[in-house]
């Protein structure tokens, strides 16, 4: 059964590290325009929209490797430590930017998380892009995109990424269980169904990605 579309979408959007204590309220300057424009509309409508209001439409691929992190039992709370995955552009992408659009980690229809453009820092080269927010206690805390050589693709990098008080509690009842997980960069996204499992059963405090799986009903942006 396919549960990770059945649930309420939650959108959290990294706030700057310098300007924090100024207020508990993120700025919108600090956001990318199409996470605005997206919660807008959900506020209105009342309609899950997606985090970047403009869907995709260059589909590339996600490499994924096993991944561990911690979970709370009882909650469902969850972090996830990710090295080595790959992320490849589609042969027809127009390549991506994230220093100016931005990027979106999502997990099913339920998680989305935002790394603000302007939060994102690019090497001299422009081959490698990093975010680091170690204070953070929800989405995103370290991220990095490295380009590397030899690509089937547009263009290929190798992805890790920190995310910490994300919801998992479908584990909490069940596991293991498949979901689509994409990162998004504009118009551009690489995604896959991934399988998350709990190694050490219902009374451990870890949560384990196995590999790739099946979801189904596929991924939710081509579905728009």
């Known amino acids: ?4 579309f059945t649930r309420r979408r939650n959108l959290a959007v990294q706030v700057d590290p310098c300007c924090a204590h100024r207020s508990a309220v993120p700025k919108l300057r600090f956001v990318s325009l199409r996470a605005v424009v997206a919660l807008i509309v959900a506020l209105l409508t009342g309609t899950a929209a997606p985090a970047g209001a403009i869907a995709p439409v260059f589909h590339g691929q996600l490499g994924i490797k096993p991944a561990l992190g911690g979970f709370q039992k009882n909650t469902g709370v969850a ?3 990710v090295k080595n995955w790959n992320l ?18 999502a997990i099913g229809s339920t998680e989305q998380l935002v790394i603000p453009a302007s939060q994102i820092h690019a090497s001299r080269n422009g081959r490698r892009f990093t975010f680091r927010d170690p204070k953070t206690s929800r989405g995103v805390r370290t991220f990095q995109l490295r380009q590397y050589s030899n690509c089937f693709g547009k263009a290929c990098y190798h992805v890790a990424f920190t995310l910490v008080g994300i919801d998992l509690s479908t584990l909490v009842l069940s596991y293991p269980f498949c979901s689509p997980m994409a990162i998004i960069v504009g118009d ?3 995604f896959s169904g991934v399988q998350f499992d709990r190694p050490g059963g219902f009374n451990g405090s870890r949560v384990k990605i196995d590999g790739i799986c099946n979801p189904g009903s596929g991924w939710p942006w081509l579905n728009s």
């Open 1 to 4: 059964m396919d549960v990770g």
């Open 79 to 81: 972090s996830l430590r």
């Open 88 to 105: 490849v552009l589609t042969p027809q992408s127009n390549g991506i930017y994230p220093t100016q659009e931005g990027v979106i980690i």
């Open 188 to 190: 551009d996204d690489g």
